[in-house]
């Protein structure tokens, strides 16, 4: 009897400081990640001109480098933007990042019709995690309202993006500032959510603004009015034209036949033909 009570209790104890250090395993790798994630660094820069722009976002990771670290980049779009998802898996294929959409795109549609969406941006999962890495995506400027208030240009404010990182040996995160666990998804295919360690206030820098050329509400009126104007004399002008090549076909073609009257082509050389044989014979 005591040797199966003391046989029980050394299970539990057993047990028990198994739990206990694979707690203080999983705390430490989550202390490591989230001290990581506070020594890194995400800067971000945008070049080009007009409706087509690039922003290139380079990431600089801790200098301990952790074994099993996957990285994400989570950037928020508003709608004044849009990016285009043929083009993304075009250069997906040339590079070393995939790049999930939160929801489908459509390029033809103004601002003012659509809502922000999400691109979620991971590095290649072979091989270890560099240090620095820089991805660059193309965006593209939406048409936008004209203004009525004399404004040639319009300011898109584009947020700079979140860096996220995970590994599978930390499974149980907290949200204790300046860190906080979100959830996203694990991968690229979108098929399961994980959660993610994410450092708040991970930038001094603010919104970069974008600015975008607008039409001129003002000149509405005249720009339909001139059109509508050009399109009218365009249309004068070419059917008189027209009309002009039938009639001198016409009466080229009834000198041939040798009559004035407006018979067709055939049917006045079809009247020569009989005429004639009829006096011969």
């Given at each position: 009897?005591?040797?199966?009570?003391?046989?029980a209790l050394a299970?539990?104890?057993?047990?028990?400081?198994?739990?206990?250090?694979?707690?203080?395993?999983?705390?430490?790798?989550?202390?490591?990640?989230?001290?990581?994630?506070?020594?890194?660094?995400?800067?971000?820069?945008?070049?080009?001109?007009?409706?087509?722009?690039?922003?290139?976002?380079?990431?600089?990771?801790?200098?301990?480098?952790?074994?099993?670290?996957?990285?994400?980049?989570?950037?928020?779009?508003?709608?004044?933007?849009?990016?285009?998802?043929?083009?993304?898996?075009?250069?997906?294929?040339?590079?070393?990042?995939?790049?999930?959409?939160?929801?489908?795109?459509?390029?033809?549609?103004?601002?003012?019709?659509?809502?922000?969406?999400?691109?979620?941006?991971?590095?290649?999962?072979?091989?270890?995690?560099?240090?620095?890495?820089?991805?660059?995506?193309?965006?593209?400027?939406?048409?936008?309202?004209?203004?009525?208030?004399?404004?040639?240009?319009t300011s898109v404010?584009?947020?700079?993006?979140?860096?996220?990182?995970?590994?599978?040996?930390?499974?149980?995160?907290?949200?204790?500032?300046?860190?906080?666990?979100?959830?996203?998804?694990?991968?690229?295919?979108?098929?399961?959510?994980?959660?993610?360690?994410?450092?708040?206030?991970?930038?001094?820098?603010?919104?970069?603004?974008?600015?975008?050329?607008?039409?001129?509400?003002?000149?509405?009126?005249?720009?339909?009015?001139?059109?509508l104007l050009v399109?009218?004399?365009?249309?004068?002008?070419?059917?008189?034209?027209?009309?002009?090549?039938?009639?001198?076909?016409?009466?080229?073609?009834?000198?041939?036949?040798?009559?004035?009257?407006?018979?067709?082509?055939?049917?006045?050389?079809?009247?020569?033909?009989?005429?004639?044989?009829?006096?011969?014979?």
């Amino acid at each position: 009897m005591y040797f199966v009570l003391f046989y029980a209790l050394a299970c539990l104890s057993t047990c028990h400081c198994h739990f206990i250090e694979k707690d203080e395993k999983n705390e430490n790798h989550c202390g490591l990640l989230k001290q990581w994630l506070k020594s890194s660094l995400v800067s971000v820069e945008i070049i080009k001109k007009g409706f087509h722009r690039e922003v290139v976002t380079t990431v600089e990771l801790g200098p301990d480098v952790l074994s099993g670290v996957r990285v994400l980049l989570v950037h928020r779009w508003p709608r004044g933007v849009f990016v285009d998802p043929y083009q993304l898996a075009s250069l997906s294929d040339q590079s070393d990042w995939q790049i999930l959409l939160d929801s489908a795109i459509d390029l033809e549609v103004p601002a003012h019709k659509t809502v922000g969406f999400v691109t979620y941006m991971y590095p290649s999962p072979d091989g270890p995690t560099p240090r620095l890495l820089k991805v660059t995506i193309p965006v593209h400027g939406r048409y936008h309202k004209p203004s009525f208030v004399g404004e040639t240009f319009t300011s898109v404010d584009i947020e700079p993006p979140e860096l996220l990182l995970r590994t599978e040996k930390c499974t149980q995160l907290d949200n204790k500032e300046p860190h906080t666990a979100v959830d996203a998804p694990c991968t690229p295919d979108n098929s399961s959510t994980c959660l993610w360690v994410k450092l708040q206030h991970q930038q001094e820098r603010g919104p970069m603004g974008v600015q975008f050329p607008v039409g001129d509400g003002s000149l509405v009126t005249l720009v339909c009015g001139g059109t509508l104007l050009v399109t009218l004399l365009c249309c004068v002008a070419l059917s008189k034209h027209i009309r002009r090549g039938s009639e001198v076909k016409f009466y080229r073609y009834s000198s041939l036949a040798g009559v004035d009257s407006p018979v067709p082509l055939g049917a006045s050389f079809l009247f020569r033909s009989h005429f004639q044989a009829f006096y011969s014979a």
